[in-house]
């Protein structure tokens, strides 16, 4: 038991990166300021936070700065757009320039953004809703997050959140913040050589702010708080002070004090445990199937020694074959094709494409390469590997679908690269009509639509095309024995063998190893946290993969030992039930954490949350599929069949 545990400690502290590495882009240049230099201050959307007063989740949806019920003061000439890749797109980003002007180490006490505003009553009661709903408001400053100063309640470690509330609720009133204190951390790089490494912005309501004659501001004290009347018109002025406050913290590490781990001892005893027992399980389940099956074709390679004529077809040896290896007996059919064979194929060569896609992902996300300071480069990095691997999913499911036997080409040409994708796009197409409907700023442009379309007909689908004729070209993989021309008849099947019950016990166990993870990535999607332990991830996904190939192999032995030798549909669904177990602690998350009060804002969460689990669905259940066929193949291969 110690050998394990602590071998499993050893890995995960050398694969879990520190947050300085983790983050840091070989190549990407910092930028450098002289004293007085302008320092460009761009605004992101406004998004929903959790509450502090229950801890829940209010809303989904994202909405524009310049979003006109919001008032927010424009810059000369509008707002122009900060180019942005395509991941921080489709991640909802709407990044554009601000009135706000700093000079790098020049503090500004009290500055007015723009004119007086005017606030009636729509838009003092969009603006109210927000407000209870917690949103918060996100700006950039040379790619930093500003942020608010929190404490950790449990470790009373300090860290910088990123973004800051646009108002507060106390004793229900609704307050709109409208002064911003800006307080910016850089660092002394050499002779007036400054780099900015942090910002923090303390938000107040301010109702006695207001411009002066002589072009300055006054923006008066916290002791009147500002609140947005639903019945008539309210005036409002916007200003902000700066401050710059030398930092010993170096550029290379600036991004340390923004990634911070809730409650860390028990997420590490949780996913050290889940390892060990997942470790354990798939050691006790090789160790089993290796001492039975090594038993199992030394019996039956002894009798092929034997001269069975001269046994009675009533023998205690015949019977004890029958009884306690009955896997040799459906050796003639054990690889017949399966019932539908394109779709599994299809499936399979889209779960093969999606763990190619996964595996490097994460690989560049563990050695530092995706860094939270390129907006997007997760989203991005994905649908390119995605694209690129297009030709593997075609060859898999052409090399699948010839081995099976299988003869319309033309349709898994077609399918191959259509149908999952299809699904996916289609699903995805809807739930943005919500959000279009909605005027969130999450909603994907039609443009990028377009872009996400071309990509999928220009790149991906030639690709997987000649994937698969790569695929149709090789021989098909050839079976150690040969299949009867009569389908032998299977006998009935004990209750734990039958499909849903398998099914439900056996596909837990992949998600047992996922579990501990998934909590942290479900808040960082649906709480705009910023997600870095991909040491972590890592380690789950690989005991996912193992636990997933292991748990299926075991069911298909016993379903071979019980003559049913249709495994291939079993196989992939038994590993793919973990997709389910997903997606129902997607909804006991919303259930527990989410508190939306609409229509559109529960059927995109939940719309997502099913969609995600599908490509689980997809990907574990093709990790399972070849698992097992790989064990078909090595068993039967090893014993002697007439």
């Known amino acids: 038991m110690r050998q394990p545990a602590s071998f499993l400690l050893s890995a995960l502290l050398v694969l879990a990166p520190t947050p300085s590495s983790c983050f840091y882009i070989p190549g990407m240049a910092p930028n450098t300021y002289a004293e007085g230099d302008n320092v460009q201050l761009n605004v992101n959307h406004l998004t929903p936070g959790i ?17 006109p019920a ?32 700093l000079k790098m180490a020049k503090n500004e006490t009290c500055k007015s953004l723009c004119n007086e505003v005017k606030f009636n009553p729509r ?12 949103y918060n408001i ?133 996913l050290i445990t889940s390892a060990v027992m997942v470790l354990l399980l798939t050691a006790t389940v090789v160790t089993i199937l290796l001492r039975a099956l090594r038993k199992d074709i030394a019996r039956y390679n002894r009798l092929d020694q034997v001269n069975l004529d001269d046994l009675s077809g009533t023998s205690a040896l015949d019977d004890g074959v029958q009884e306690d290896s009955g896997w040799k007996l459906v050796h003639g059919d054990v690889f017949r094709p399966p019932r539908n064979p394109m779709i599994l194929s299809v ?95 999450g909603a994907v442009p039609f443009t990028t639509m377009l872009v996400i379309v071309g990509i999928w007909f220009i790149i991906s689908l030639p690709l997987s095309v000649v994937g698969s004729f790569v695929g149709f070209r090789q021989k098909p993989i050839p079976a150690p024995v040969r299949t009867n021309q009569i389908p032998r008849q299977i006998p009935a099947s004990s ?52 636990t997933c190939a292991a748990v299926t192999i075991l069911l298909v032995y016993f379903l071979l030992c019980a003559e049913n030798y249709h495994w291939h549909w079993r196989a992939f669904f038994t590993a793919g039930t973990c997709a389910f177990y997903i997606f129902l602690n997607a909804l006991l998350y919303w259930i527990n954490k989410v508190s939306l009060g609409g229509f559109s804002g529960n059927l995109l969460y ?12 997809i990907m574990t259940g093709s990790i399972g599929f070849f698992a097992s066929w790989a064990f078909v193949q090595k068993i039967y291969g090893s014993i002697k069949v007439d």
């Open 51 to 67: 509450s502090n007063r229950d801890a829940q989740l209010r809303s989904v949806f994202s909405f524009d700065y310049y979003y």
């Open 70 to 101: 919001f008032r927010f003061c424009e810059p000369e000439g509008g707002p122009k757009e900060v180019r942005e890749s395509l991941g921080s797109i489709l991640f909802g980003d709407r990044i554009l320039t601000s009135p706000f002007e």
């Open 123 to 134: 838009s003092g009661k969009f603006v109210n809703r927000r407000i209870w709903q917690d």
């Open 138 to 270: 996100n700006w950039l400053i040379d790619g930093l997050p500003a942020g608010q100063l929190t404490e950790d309640l449990l470790t009373h470690e300090t860290f910088y959140s990123p973004g800051f509330s646009l108002g507060t609720v106390a004793d229900e009133a609704l307050i709109l913040n409208n002064h911003f204190d800006i307080l910016i951390d850089y660092h002394e790089a050499g002779n007036d050589r400054k780099r900015v490494v942090g910002v923090l912005v303390d938000p107040s309501s301010r109702k006695n702010s207001k411009n002066l004659e002589n072009g300055e501001a006054d923006c008066g004290d916290r002791a009147e708080v500002l609140t947005l009347s639903e019945t008539e018109e309210t005036s409002v002025t916007w200003t902000y002070s700066v401050y710059w406050r030398p930092s010993s913290t170096a550029w290379g590490t600036r991004w340390d004090k923004y990634l911070h781990v809730f409650d860390p001892k028990i997420h590490w005893f949780s």
């Open 347 to 441: 499936f399979l060569g889209n779960g093969a494409q999606l763990f190619a896609m996964t595996v490097i992902t994460i690989g560049f996300a563990l050695f530092g390469f995706l860094s939270p300071s390129n907006r997007g480069s997760l989203g991005t990095i994905m649908v390119l590997l995605y694209t690129i691997f297009s030709f593997v999913g075609g060859y898999v499911s052409a090399r699948v679908y010839n081995t099976f036997g299988g003869e319309n080409w033309k349709s898994i040409f077609v399918l191959t690269p259509t149908l999952v994708p299809g699904v996916v796009f289609g699903t995805f197409f809807l739930l943005n009509l919500f959000i279009w409907g909605r005027q969130s700023s």
């Open 495 to 546: 209750n734990y063998l039958r499909p849903i019950p398998s099914m439900l016990m056996v596909g837990i166990l992949p998600f047992v190893a996922i579990f501990v993870e998934l909590y942290f990535i479900m808040s960082s999607i649906w709480f705009s946290k910023v997600y870095y332990m991909f040491g972590f991830l890592f380690i789950c996904f690989g005991l996912m993969t193992l």
């Open 606 to 617: 939940l719309g997502y949350s099913a969609l995600i689990s599908f490509l689980f669905f």
